[in-house]
């Protein structure tokens, strides 16, 4: 089987997107793992090119078909959309417009079987906004385009993955929102996710809700009961390797020992911390569950406008997102 086809989105042009993609694309193991092809501003990606002083030259694409997928050279699907002003650094409703249209063209692709995965560099939220796009971030932008009702965000770094049944929610929300159908769902994402990446019986624990998952109702008002171990008793019942719930206080040392293939968080700050904890260098935001069975992984770092255009910027998370986005790609 050849290597998959891996889409670049550029992210928000002002910021720090073609910077990382263009120092990512310099390493052999990038072109050793996947093809890839940035899907942006031939403009903004000659700049990057420059301020970097990167020995790479540009091939301006207008479809997959034209690209020649050899280190040394950036493929870029470019739309051209950007002025040859765009101030780095700076909020701008035209690089906000820009990086919603790089994302929409690479959902098209995607959904064509043209790419098998997409990275994402980040985008600005008020960038978005103020080009007319009212989406508190890539997930929901994803989850739109392909009529995805049932998703969920995967976080992942080389010794820990974890999925959310919750995300970017209030504390108390989050608990409410959690039922024994949405903790199915999920576990069947992680299930059916890790499966088309090559695991055989991937094994996947449940974190409680409250201090040591209840401990047979003493803390809580029955959460995991309630709320969980429902979910989980249906995965079981259908074959899945599911687990728990377990106390989050050894769980995900637990993991990280290598015990478990996959985390099931039960709230934001619950997954993203041990994450976080191990390297934010290495972490990578994954959205699983998409309509047409691709994956979209992005860097787990802002557009960090007060270095954009200084040749700062370190890619090391980018090189994580696509090694991540190569590792789920169906295979």
């Not at 720090?16 to 120092?23: L, R």
């Not at 080009?131 to 994803?142: C, M, N, Q, S, V």
């Not at 608990?175 to 949405?182: F, G, H, L, N, S």
């Not at 050894?250 to 997954?271: E, K, N, S």
């Amino acid at each position: 089987m050849g290597k998959p086809i891996i889409g670049i989105t550029m992210g928000d042009a002002a910021g720090v997107g073609p910077e990382i993609i263009v120092k990512a694309l310099l390493h052999e193991q990038v072109y050793e793992q996947c093809s890839p092809v940035v899907i942006g501003d031939a403009k903004s990606m000659l700049r990057a090119i420059d301020q970097t002083g990167a020995a790479l030259v540009l091939n301006k694409v207008n479809s997959i078909e034209e690209c020649q997928f050899t280190r040394g050279v950036i493929d870029c699907y470019d739309l051209d959309l950007l002025p040859d002003h765009l101030k780095q650094g700076e909020v701008s409703a035209e690089a906000g417009d820009a990086a919603f249209q790089f994302i929409q063209k690479a959902v098209e692709l995607a959904l064509s079987n043209q790419l098998q995965a997409v990275c994402t560099a980040p985008l600005n939220k008020e960038a978005l906004h103020k080009g007319g796009h009212l989406y508190p971030g890539h997930t929901e932008i994803f989850a739109e385009l392909t009529d995805t009702q049932n998703y969920s965000m995967m976080l992942s770094s080389p010794k820990l993955k974890v999925i959310h049944l919750t995300t970017h929610v209030g504390l108390k929300k989050a608990i409410d929102t959690i039922t024994p159908e949405r903790t199915y769902n999920v576990i069947r994402l992680a299930h059916d996710t890790l499966v088309r990446a090559g695991y055989e019986n991937p094994r996947i624990a449940v974190c409680g809700i409250n201090p040591h998952a209840g401990e047979n109702g003493l803390f809580g008002e029955g959460e995991e009961e309630e709320k969980l171990i429902p979910g989980i008793e249906r995965a079981i019942q259908e074959g899945i390797n599911a687990s728990g719930p377990h106390p989050a206080d050894t769980l995900f040392f637990r993991a990280v020992r290598g015990d478990f293939d996959i985390v099931i968080a039960c709230y934001h700050d619950q997954g993203h911390v041990p994450i976080k904890v191990l390297g934010l260098e290495e972490g990578v935001n994954i959205t699983v569950g998409l309509k047409g069975g691709f994956i979209r992984t992005s860097v787990d770092h802002g557009t960090a406008f007060d270095i954009a255009g200084k040749n700062v910027a370190d890619e090391r998370s980018m090189l994580a997102a696509i090694a991540s986005a190569v590792e789920l790609s169906p295979k």
